[in-house]
């Protein structure tokens, strides 16, 4: 038998906490010993859930899960049949443990101008590296409270793909301070959006620092290569080879960054791209 005083193996810590989803288990399995009491409130945490119809109200799991400290991302992905309230959502945008997230991601969640007002003003917004904000029925005056706030300085990747409610792109080309929230992305993902052709190539010029930006939008992808340039071509099947990549890429022996494919959007090979090599890697869409 191990003597009281002797520590508790971190990976045996993880393990039995990772079995933990209540609240009243949790306080009294860190009382066990003031180390693992430490190694608990010293974590940066990660929250996933994936609420169903027939589970516990997700308000009372959202409850339970934010009595941990230093949570650092939340990924809350609402499954079919599903619902979620803005009394629930509050839970997370109101408790003093976000207060430094730096990942909030939201799937089939309906936010409404109000939710999107509250994510805009919370305290965590400061802190916000990654929003995604996928299938959450954001309109253009939802959008226009979040790019026009001015309160996430160190966002630096924006997701708001299959809202095609949004309308109002003209938030997000404005000449004024509002477009400060994208003068800064290096990811901005808008697959599904509604987003016109010229308003997507626009972006494209006008904000040079996005490093990965797709919309699948009358039949184009673009991808971006090594050196920086940005190439348009058609979508002629759900697998495109290389070889039906436009001549330009191969007469100029630009290399595509296989890392730094755009969004969802794979390039399927570990090789660069290059003048004469056999490349049998496919782009899925």
């Keep these: 038998m191990p003597e009281c005083n002797t520590p508790i193996p971190d990976d045996i810590c993880f393990s039995i ?5 209540a609240k009243t288990i949790l306080k009294s399995c860190i009382t066990i010993s003031w180390q693992w009491y430490k190694i608990s409130a010293s974590l940066e ?4 859930l994936y609420p169903r119809k027939k589970e516990s109200p997700i308000g009372t799991k959202l409850s339970n899960c934010l009595i941990l400290c230093k949570l650092r991302e939340i990924h809350l992905i609402m499954m079919s049949g599903s619902s979620i309230t803005h009394d629930q959502l509050s839970i997370i945008f109101g408790s003093e443990k976000t207060r430094y997230l730096k990942v909030l991601e939201l799937v089939n969640c309906p936010l409404t101008t109000v ?4 994510i805009a003003k919370s305290e965590f917004a400061a802190h916000l590296v990654t ?11 939802s959008l226009l409270e979040l790019v026009e706030c001015n309160n996430f300085p160190n966002l630096t990747s924006l997701d708001l793909c299959h809202n095609p409610q949004i309308q109002g792109w003209q ?3 404005a000449e004024d301070g509002s477009t400060s929230i994208i003068k800064q992305l290096k990811e901005l993902r808008l697959n599904d959006c509604g987003l016109g052709p010229n308003a997507f190539l626009h972006i494209k010029s006008k904000f040079p620092n996005l490093e990965k930006f797709i919309d699948v939008y009358g039949g ?4 971006k290569t090594l050196v920086g340039k940005i190439y348009e071509f058609p979508i002629t099947s759900s697998e495109m080879k290389y070889s039906d990549l436009p ?15 755009l969004f969802s959007k794979k390039l399927v090979t570990d090789d660069p ?3 004469g090599a056999m490349v049998h890697g496919v782009i899925r869409l």
């Design 17 to 21: 906490m990772a079995f933990l989803d």
């Design 45 to 48: 945490h990660s929250l996933t």
């Design 115 to 118: 939710d999107c007002k509250q």
């Design 131 to 141: 929003l995604k904000l996928q299938n959450c029925h954001i309109g253009s005056a």
């Design 171 to 173: 938030y997000l080309l």
């Design 220 to 223: 184009c992808v673009y991808v």
């Design 247 to 261: 001549p330009l890429l191969y007469d100029k022996g630009e290399f595509f960054d296989r890392f730094a494919c």
């Design 273 to 275: 791209v290059v003048p």
